[in-house]
């Protein structure tokens, strides 16, 4: 791994009493494409959005690019360059395409805006078709390539992506996949990617971890990962 971009170690998080991190240890290499998986309720949600400051990261500490953001608040973590395209999209639905990838632009005052429009409608040329449409008029998988491209407009430095493929067909799902590929191969964006979709994801990722009940149980090389017998039972077979 190159030097690692983001890292925690010994993360706890709550929810009130109910400990839903108990002890993370993990890292995101510069560079990297970095997948989570584990079955629902694991907690892969609640790893990211504690990276993001809410729920604020109780035990151990969450280090970007060198500096301890355990405590920053969730405004500040954006202008750090790190971005992210949560579950369920969350994409303005009243707003049209243009005016949601304004908002990601907004984050670093419309610089570059002109040239990183062009750069998104060019990964994305679905979305320049549709740049008057509203949001939430988009289909499922426009959404996703919407709610990535907000994303990048922000020129993130680290793009961490909630489970990018949920409810898409499988072969939106694999544009997406290709596209966040074609991002860190290019680009050299980082990505942390938390999926369901294990097949995908592994495949796809440098590295990956394992996660059951809050806990990392497995880490290693993502296609490495993927022989495992542990992996394929509990994410691959039947699912
Ligand atoms: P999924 O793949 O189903 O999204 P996940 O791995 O992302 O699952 P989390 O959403 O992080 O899992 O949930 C971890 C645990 O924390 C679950 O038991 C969940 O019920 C609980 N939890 C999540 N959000 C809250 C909340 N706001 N209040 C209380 N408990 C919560």
Redesign the pocket.
């Known amino acids: 791994m190159t030097a690692p971009l983001l890292q925690l170690a010994g993360v706890t998080a709550y929810?009130?009493s109910?400990a839903?991190l108990k002890g993370v240890d993990l890292e995101v290499g510069a560079g990297e494409i970095v997948t989570l998986i584990?079955?629902?309720?694991?907690?892969?949600?609640?790893?990211m959005m504690t990276i993001f400051g809410s729920p604020q990261a109780r035990d151990g500490s969450i280090t970007y690019d060198g500096q301890d953001i355990t405590r920053v608040p969730t405004h500040e973590i954006a202008r750090l360059k790190i971005a992210q395209s949560p579950?369920g999209r969350r994409i303005f639905p009243r707003m049209s395409v243009l005016e949601n990838l304004k908002m990601g632009a907004a984050i670093n005052g419309f610089a570059h805006f002109d040239e990183d429009l062009g750069r998104v409608f060019g990964i994305f040329p679905r979305l320049k078709e549709r740049a008057q449409q509203r949001g939430g008029t988009l289909s499922g998988g426009e959404q996703q390539m919407l709610a990535i491209a907000r994303a990048l407009m922000s020129r993130p430095r680290l793009l961490m992506l909630d489970?990018p493929s949920l409810g898409l067909a499988p072969l939106v799902a694999k544009q997406i996949f290709s596209v966040v590929k074609e991002l860190n191969e290019r680009d050299g964006l980082t990505v942390f990617l938390?999926e369901?979709n294990a097949y995908h994801a592994l495949k796809l990722a440098h590295r990956g971890y394992v996660?059951v009940n809050?806990r990392i149980t497995l880490s290693g090389g993502g296609r490495e990962l993927l022989e495992k017998p542990e992996v394929r039972a509990a994410y691959l077979e039947g699912g």
């Open positions: 929810y009130g109910i839903a584990g079955a629902n309720g694991a907690g892969k949600s609640t790893l579950e489970e938390v369901q996660m809050g």
